[in-house]
């Protein structure tokens, strides 16, 4: 007779308890994640405070705005403006309804930025974006040609193409500015404040139609003033120069990708003072310029091209880099200088 059936009914004692098969407990995790091959395709435009606002039905009658977390199995990767996900979940866009990106699709570009240049971590400030447009005012405030240059930096680095946008055009001629970057060969348009709004509009338009543009710039050059022109319903806040430090305030506080009217979408960007650099190497910045691209060849190991053996230098006396070679390096190396500098200097150029 068992011990459950001397017992009195009703009681149990330490007999009465069941072995599981398994001592470890429930059944064995597996490493296999779930395949999600129902998952809907999405576009993030915003991210706030761990959720992420994804376009679903791009291009579409049935586009709808969808509020989505991170799921648990991305484990660390980040989700930012610009990627591509895949989502899982309630996909409706319906008020008080969460979403769960599953997939993080391959990044095309990543443009990259660290907090200094003694931060070893890089972090992703935008994903698939096709240009960087780098803001800056012609005056008040005067350009800040270090910042410039850093974004110039990140941008080849990021595989990008640069486009250089000078505001404020009717406070002093743009070509005093552009002479600064003039050897590299920058794509640049001009605009400026008149009485029937914001002329060159239609040059910039046309530059970003059909792509997907980042908006970058210290504050007070008038980025959100551009931004609210280009995409009408925008709303994007905006300020005005302290006359006494000469830095404007930051009014757009938050990234977000607008659809512009003609196609493509502008990414703008809170305003910012550094843009550190530390993730780029030289060579990132060399390949922005093919004329100079060869002569790296004859460098010594572990050349920083910025030193009395740079083969660069040989390279462009012998005219090898063309007509432009003296002032192209010129270029390249106040690049380089850029990207070693800790400190953004306030100075036009």
Request: glycine fraction near 10%; aromatic fraction near 2%; proline fraction near 6%.
């Amino acid at each position: 007779m068992s011990p459950r059936q001397r017992g009195p009914v009703g009681r149990f004692d330490e007999d009465d308890v069941r072995i599981r098969p398994n001592r470890r407990g429930s059944r064995p995790r597996t490493k296999d994640r779930p395949a999600h091959a129902d998952a809907v395709a999405g576009f993030v435009v915003a991210v706030d405070r761990g959720r992420s606002t994804c376009l679903v039905g791009e291009g579409g009658a049935h586009a709808r705005l969808v509020t989505a977390m991170r799921a648990r199995e991305l484990g660390r990767q980040g989700v930012v403006v610009g990627d591509r996900v895949g989502l899982v979940g309630d996909v409706t866009g319906a008020t008080d309804t969460l979403a769960r990106i599953v997939r993080i699709d391959e990044r095309r570009t990543s443009l990259r930025r660290s907090a200094d240049d003694t931060d070893p971590i890089e972090r992703v400030v935008v994903a698939n974006a096709d240009q960087l447009v780098v803001v800056t005012a012609v005056a008040d405030p005067a350009p800040r040609s270090r910042l410039v240059d850093r974004c110039l930096v990140a941008a080849y680095d990021a595989g990008m193409t640069p486009l250089l946008c000078l505001t404020k055009g009717d406070l002093r001629p743009a070509s005093e500015v552009l002479d600064t970057w003039a050897p590299l060969g920058l794509d640049a348009v001009v605009t400026s404040r008149g009485p029937d709004g914001l002329a060159g509009l239609d040059a910039v338009r046309e530059r970003l139609a059909g792509r997907v543009s980042v908006l970058v710039g210290h504050s007070g050059v008038g980025k959100s003033t551009l931004v609210n022109a280009l995409v009408p319903d925008a709303a994007r806040a905006t300020g005005h120069v302290n006359a006494v430090t000469g830095r404007g305030r930051h009014t757009s506080t938050s990234m977000a990708a607008l659809a512009l009217p003609g196609g493509g979408w502008v990414v703008d960007t809170p305003g910012v003072r550094s843009f550190g650099l530390a993730h780029v190497a030289p060579e990132s910045v060399l390949r922005a310029f093919p004329d100079l691209l060869p002569g790296e060849a004859e460098c010594p190991r572990g050349c920083t091209h910025d030193e009395a053996d740079c083969a660069l230098d040989a390279w462009v006396e012998q005219g090898r880099a063309g007509a432009a070679g003296p002032a192209r390096l010129q270029s390249f190396r106040r690049l380089l200088a850029a990207r070693r500098s800790t400190r953004d200097d306030a100075a036009a150029p």
